[in-house]
């Protein structure tokens, strides 16, 4: 995804599009909703092993696996002056900048949450694996509720 961004923001010019600064962080914005989506979508499928809508342990921690590597890249893609008033559509709290250590800590929470869940979720233990998608749960809201509209720590709410 980020590779995909930094080519097409390059190529902008060559192929007649605007480029701005304000453009690239509009951009930027556009992948990072994307990969939140990403990460959105994955919670939902750990959800439905949770509440035991599915059976599927396997397939669960591999969507577990695959949550740092899409943190890891929506991480990258937060540049200063792309927080909400900086970039269009962004709905990013200067806290993530201002109060970064407190950010990376949530960030590095999420990651190692989804690691332990996919671990859990490899022994198919239905216990287990509740109590670990509850520490899970707890790292995503340590930035932002659960609601895509919500705000949170470090996101604003739509309606903010």
Not at 77 to 92: D, F, H, N, Q, Y
Not at 142 to 160: I, K, Q, T, Y
Request: aromatic share 8%.
């Amino acid at each position: 995804m980020t590779a995909i961004l930094s080519a097409m923001l390059a190529t902008a010019p060559q192929h007649g599009y605007p480029q701005s600064s304000e453009y690239e962080r509009a951009q930027i914005v556009v992948a990072r909703n994307l990969l939140m989506h990403d990460l959105q979508t994955a919670y939902f499928n750990l959800f439905k092993v949770k509440n035991k809508k599915s059976d599927d342990y396997q397939s669960a921690a591999d969507t577990a696996r695959s949550m740092p590597d899409i943190m890891d890249e929506f991480l990258l893609l937060l540049p200063p002056e792309t927080a909400k008033g900086e970039a269009p559509g962004s709905r990013v709290k200067p806290e993530v900048w201002t109060d970064a250590s407190a950010f990376a800590t949530a960030a590095e929470l999420l990651k190692a949450q989804a690691l332990a869940l996919a671990e859990i979720a490899d022994s198919g233990d239905s216990e287990a694996y509740s109590v670990a998608f509850g520490l899970l749960t707890e790292a995503c809201t340590g930035c932002h509720g659960l609601r895509p509209s919500s705000g949170g720590a470090f996101r604003f709410a739509v309606d903010e």
